[in-house]
């Protein structure tokens, strides 16, 4: 056996088997399962007393279907053979008549690793920091080996509903609940393990026994109600067949027994991977781990050591900052107008990681800890003593040179990095000592929950400063792009786009509501007349200023933005287009403008707009020298600004219709609306004369 | 007085150690001359002399009158001809027998492009006076390709781009373009006209290759462009550069007058060839020097020309020359790219270097035909900067620009 070890101890009839799969991480492919087979089958023909599973990784107890696997071939029906052949082997050990447990050391278990614990095992020892889930959504499929079915049985159909269509992973501590696992100290799990192995000889299988009933039977009659708001909540983009599949299982089985049930998943599971959504699922995350590291290719040895640097500015973003770079164990000392405003700040951190200690997500340790390492500082000479000072202020020009004049003055060689989300690093850099040592750090709000950081290059950035923002992006564990410098760089001003497309669109007649309720329909998490407000209406048109100032007729800027500012519809307490609740407020309607004579898009029309216009603004984005290659346009644009990414990103979409129809379609909607954002970018002319119609990325 | 082609075949063309490095150089090009002949029905005593381009003869069990052992093979026992101007080799023994053939001397001829670069050995020379103590060094001739005194070719195309301003993202895009033209036109049965499917053996196993081996049509421009640069070079990779292949080429030449007294099949006129050459690292331009030359010989403009075939030694030498044939014109240029390579090229299907040439020519006589007529100009650079070009003219409907 070559991914699984089989191990029996003679005296106790107890049988180990220790999971450890080719691969950084365990995960389930055909060799995996036909090895757990025949692991099954000895350890009845040895009469095992009973059996414990354990992982032989330090981290990965067991985590779902090899991706790698299961993508390259990308047929149904070889996906739909090793889910039989999972099947089969999970019922075997489920029906074995000896006790199983699994020990889950620190490491997680996810997807066909939870569903065997939850499937198959009688009783789960873990430790508190192991986590547990079921994230197969985020890859474009659903729990198919038993995992919905033992889930919704043990916790009740509307806690497996979230936890499944939310691709959720979950402490261990916060499963101890559903009675099957019990958190203890690393050191005791092997030997609790064996004595409830041995206390429990002949245990029926929990999903077998036809004596228990799931939690919530009582509620049984409002399961299709449950289900029926699922599918309203999740199945809204048709994009994302997962979803629509996963709940058409889950219909099916509440009919059948335990095993049938999860039997006929297959049928609504196989298919998926050969959805190109589903495949473009796989692929973001499969690059999410695989190229990213690699993407930002820049002169590591020339990075300053960064064990510690300086924070500018204890605003929402500057704590954010802040608060990722303690957690990676870096020193920060945290700046603003006075020492007292910069302690408040590192007071509000801590505040605000309260929540999270209390539900048990975070150690008191880890935010003590986090806090010790910031340190609230008045003196700027202290600036002298780190290499980088990521600079936080407020979004103006000339605040931020002062700033940088200041810090020029105090320590004339540091690396000073802005957070500016649309200021070119030459306007920042120009006239300042030390041009060479600016370059942009672009972070996304909430700083510590968004993976992306976009790094800046001006044009007169060094190797030096650009290699030292690169190594601290990657020490803050974000996914790191580097990109050219313009105006809103890459990701904010293709978000600028679509936020203006949304604006355009209701200029154009569309019923706003209805606007935001396409875009998610499309696939977007938000619509853009939401993400106005919820982002921060100033926020967004004074980004959108600043760009309109240096881009020109590039941008279009709808009239109805100023209108909805100036009147104050800004969110975040202010009016906005929702109210409490997502009511819609009709009141904005007051301050949209209409253009005279526009007939409004057709729905379909209108959801392409969105996606089109994000995409030809990213191509534009290569053709001024911003972008150069098609993973950070994918990455960045899907992990920063919400494209969705079930198309895997702009370049990706734009392959899968083909370049020469994208550009058509552009030439359609720039004749007819006549905006900038449509007018096909010259990339799309080069790669087509090219041969290159897709395959981008 | 005109020379037309009345037969154009290939062997497959095979990925380095792939399906065809088991068989012997001489063999593929038996076979190619073999298909070439029948599909001009041309027997014995109809061809009047052999050509043979090629351009590492060690690859051959014997490096020597190549085209003696292949006339013989054939059971023609006709004057031959093996030429080495590199990459140019076979287009240059197509221009021998087009000299020929204007000359009067002959009135048929067969050509021949044939290289086995799996089959290359590698060399030593310390052997032939015997090593008394240490090591013996072997060198291998074909990594990298490059000559004494000069830098490596892949290093002279990046630099070629660099330039010319060809970014590194239009290599990578031409490369995969490369891939994606062939795929559409492999899907389409277009190779049928000009592949001879060979049986060959590897190992123990025989099998029938009838389709190029290389083309890697499902990858993308960003895996390409991940691939690290290869022997200092600053642009050229393994992703924008062809593979190291066996293959070999043959075509038919006569003059029109024997053409029609034997019957032949004419697939298209061989207008006019020309040769040339520029500063040592120019290979990269050096095509658009050869393909102007030769519009000049035969008074024409490239406005005139249907379809151009630009040998993709690297992924940089189409998109070089079509830049300084666009005289820099950004809108010219990508016009000219959209006809250049239109069923992909060498990096995707590979480059035996002694034989791409006529491959070229054939690919583009055959889409010529499909188009109904029309003219086409084909161009190879070569190692140390010489370059070929020929024009080709196929009658029809379609004719001409």
Redesign the interface.
Known sequence: MSELRYERDGASGLVTITIDTAGPVNAIGGEFVAELFAAVERAAADGAKGLMLVSGKPKSFLDGANLLEIRKSASAFELGHLLDKLHDALAALARSPFPVVAVVQDQTALGGGCELLLWCCDHVFATEGSRIGLPEVNVGLFPAAGGMEALRRLAGMETMLAIVLGGRTMPAGELAGLGIVTVAPAKELRARAREWLLAHPGQVNRNLDPARKAVDEARRGEWPAMIAEARRRSCVCPEKPWFRAALDALEEGLSLPFEQAVRAERKHFAPLIEHPNVQNKIDLFLNMTG?AP?LAAVAADKARPVDSLAVMGAGLMGRGIAQVCADAGMRVLLFDVDEATARAGRERIGAELEPLVKKGKWTAERRDKLLGRIEPGADRRALARVPLVIESVFEDLALKRKVLAEIRAASPDIVFASNTSTLPMNELAEGSDHPELVVGMHYFSPVPLMPLLEVVRGPRTSPEALATAVAAGRRQKKTVIVVGDGPGFYTSRTFGVFVLTGFILAELGLDPWEVDRLAVEAGFPQGPLNVYGTAGGNVIYHACMAMKERMGERLDVPPSLERMWKAGYVGAGKPCFYKEKMEPDRTALEHLGRRPGAKPPEPAEAKEMLLLAMTNQAFQC?DEGVL????TVDLGAVLGIGVPDCWHGP?RYA?QRGLRVVRDRLRVLHDKYGLACFRPAREF????????????? | MSIVITGAKRTPFGRYQGGLSETEPLDLAVHAAKAALDAAGAGTGQIDQIFVGNCIPGAFEAASVTGRQIGLKLGLDVFTTTVDTACCSPLTALRLAQWGLRLGEIRSALVVGVESMSRVPHLTRQLRAGVRIGEVKLIDPIFPITYPGYSSVAVDASDGAERYGVPKRMLDAFAMGSHLKWAAAARAGKFADEIAPIRARKGRAETLLAEDEQPRPDGSIARIAMLPPVFGSKTTTPGNAPGLNDGATAMVLMTDERAKELGAPVLAELVEQAGVTDSPNGISWVPALAIRKVLQRSALRLDGIDLIEINEAFAAMPLVSTKILADGDEERWLRLLERTNVNGGAVAIGHPVGASGLRILMTMVYELRRRGGGRGVAAICGGLTQGEAAIVKVDGQGGGR
């Not at chain 1, 002319?685 to 990325?697: E, K, M, P, Q, T």
């Open positions: 190229v690699r290569i150069d290659d098609f993973f370049a392959s002319d080069r790669l087509i004369a090219c041969g290159a119609d897709r395959a981008l990325v």
